[in-house]
């Protein structure tokens, strides 16, 4: 009995920036090498130097996991779908996806943030972090690493969060945040109005969701066409096209095709 024949299966592990990464099948770059085009940005904030700030939150919903992660993805909706967090942040994204399968969408704030009750308290109590450069003090920024890692980062703290597919038009959000003990009272009440800010928008991109998911059962959508400001969503489409080739058909084929396809 050669016990090495029926061992545990190997699995890769990766530590970047103090998170644990584990992958069941090799084959692709390192985290550290797709997220290569980010870690002099990444530098500055010392996530590897944070701690959990709270419990992880995890929180279902009857959404297909790719109507999620578009949505994330694609600031053209930004402006009007979410009114308070548009009244803080100034209207034009910076927007890039790279080759190794990661994206960027950035934003500054207003230098004088529009009506809204916790985006003008956001921006009066938030502190000048000693350890950011002075371009990232007031500037949120989204990190994706496709198909379902992303990293929303704060000059405060930041929401690591997972898109988990449980099945057809089901999925699982896992998240938790991160950042240094801080009890300054300007902190606390930050950190409070950036999570209440947040959790509007997550109330608002799941009525759009929603809708989006209503009309994709309809049966009607085959394809659109995508504007120049959807450059990040055009990335991850191709990025999921690339992966799998039933995705590249205009219509779905029978299971059973399906199957022996992807076999």
């Not at 996991?65 to 209207?91: C, I, R, T």
């Not at 999925?171 to 300054?184: E, K, L, Q």
């Not at 066409?225 to 990025?239: C, H, M, N, P």
Request: net charge neutral; glycine share 6%.
């Amino acid at each position: 009995f050669d016990r090495s024949k029926f061992g545990l299966k190997t699995l890769e592990l990766e530590v970047f920036a103090g998170f644990v990464f584990v992958r069941v099948r090799a084959g692709e770059a390192s985290v550290a090498e797709r997220m290569q085009p980010h870690a002099a940005e990444l530098a500055h904030y010392r996530i590897e130097d944070m701690v959990p700030l709270d419990d992880l939150w995890v929180h279902d919903v009857d959404i297909d996991w790719k109507n999620l992660v578009e949505n994330y993805v694609e600031d053209y909706h930004f402006p009007m779908g979410h009114p308070g967090l548009s009244a803080l942040m100034e209207p034009q994204y910076e927007r890039e996806v790279y080759p190794g399968g990661t994206m960027r969408l950035s934003h500054r704030m207003r230098d004088k943030p529009l009506k809204s009750w916790s985006g003008e308290r956001y921006a009066a109590f938030l502190p000048k972090m000693e350890h950011l450069p002075q371009d990232m003090q007031r500037r949120w920024t989204y990190l994706g690493l496709f198909p379902n890692v992303f990293f929303d980062i704060y000059p405060e703290w930041l929401d690591f969060f997972q898109v988990v597919p449980l099945g057809p038009g089901r999925t699982r959000i896992r998240a938790r945040s991160y950042g240094f003990p801080d009890d300054r009272r300007e902190m606390r009440a930050t950190r409070w109005l950036c999570t209440r800010l947040n959790a509007r928008v997550q109330a608002e991109d799941e009525v759009l969701t929603a809708s989006v998911q209503q009309g994709l059962a309809a049966g009607a959508y085959t394809q659109g066409i995508l504007s120049d400001k959807e450059l990040v969503l055009a990335g991850f489409q191709d990025w999921i096209r690339a992966r799998l080739p039933v995705t590249r058909l205009l219509q779905a084929p029978a299971r059973g095709t399906v199957a022996a396809h992807n076999h």
